[in-house]
């Protein structure tokens, strides 16, 4: 069985700030997927970032990273220099290494992070 | 339009009531999916289609019956519903093939509530 942990549910924080957002996982695959999702207000789930489980390097996007790190299952996500249009609920997800449709996405409950001003 | 689209974006119902949910992908993708988000809980995938066939139910209730025409269109109909059913309805799309893995996007959800 998959599991996807999000022990945080709300942060705040004020603009400018560093935060990090936690995400452990669990599974029996060998091979999977890892995944960070943004919903803004407006509902719709925005992807942000795919990594599968062969590649442990870390990335930087603009003021988002993402630290995968498999010895401890998790797969952090920071966001460098908040801005109050990162507010939002972060969620994390992972998914087994079939293909196509039958890849079934596993949610956390997300976290709502708040940048205020 | 581009993306994924679903329509209404807010819904109020009666449990009595009979109404359908919609999802279009302009996307070109090949599998639709539809997903509740209640709050306080994770995502819930409920039906999966590829190429226009169901390939999962995850034991969702019968009072919810999806319906894919084609690879651009899912729907979701909604019968005698209960008020534990008020939730964002999302409906996803992606192109599935063979090797690798193929993201999911996600349509701006349907608001549902049950009264």
């Known amino acids: 069985a998959q599991k996807v942990t999000q022990a945080q549910t709300e942060i705040s924080v004020v603009e400018k700030e560093d935060v990090t957002l936690d995400c452990v996982y669990e599974?029996?695959?060998?091979?999977?997927?890892l995944f960070w999702y943004k919903q803004p207000p407006s509902g719709e789930l925005v992807f942000l970032i795919r990594?599968?489980?062969?590649?442990?390097q870390n990335e930087i996007s603009g003021r988002y990273s993402w630290n995968f790190q498999k010895s401890t299952s998790s797969f952090n996500f920071t966001i460098t220099a908040s801005q109050v249009v990162d507010s939002a609920v972060y969620f994390c997800a992972l998914s087994n290494s079939s293909t196509g449709a039958n890849s079934k996405l596993t949610f956390g409950k997300g976290i709502t992070l708040s940048v205020r001003p | 339009e581009t993306g994924v689209t679903q329509t209404p974006r807010h819904l109020v119902m009666g449990m009595t009531n009979k109404k359908s949910l919609k999802c279009e992908q302009h996307?070109?993708?090949?599998?639709m999916y539809w997903y509740k988000q209640s709050a306080k809980k994770p995502l819930e995938l409920m039906f999966v289609y590829n190429f226009k066939e169901q390939t999962e139910n995850n034991s969702v209730p019968s009072r919810f019956s999806p319906e894919c025409p084609n690879s651009s269109h899912l729907f979701l109909h909604l019968h005698t519903l209960q008020p534990e059913d008020s939730a964002l309805y999302l409906c996803?799309?992606?192109?599935?093939?063979?090797?690798?893995?193929?993201?999911?996007?996600f349509g701006p959800g349907t608001r549902l509530t049950v009264l």
């Open positions: 996307l070109g993708h090949n599998a």
């Open positions: 599974t029996r695959d060998t091979t999977y997927y």
């Open positions: 996803a799309s992606s192109l599935a093939k063979s090797g690798g893995y193929n993201e999911q996007f």
């Open positions: 990594r599968n489980s062969f590649d442990e």
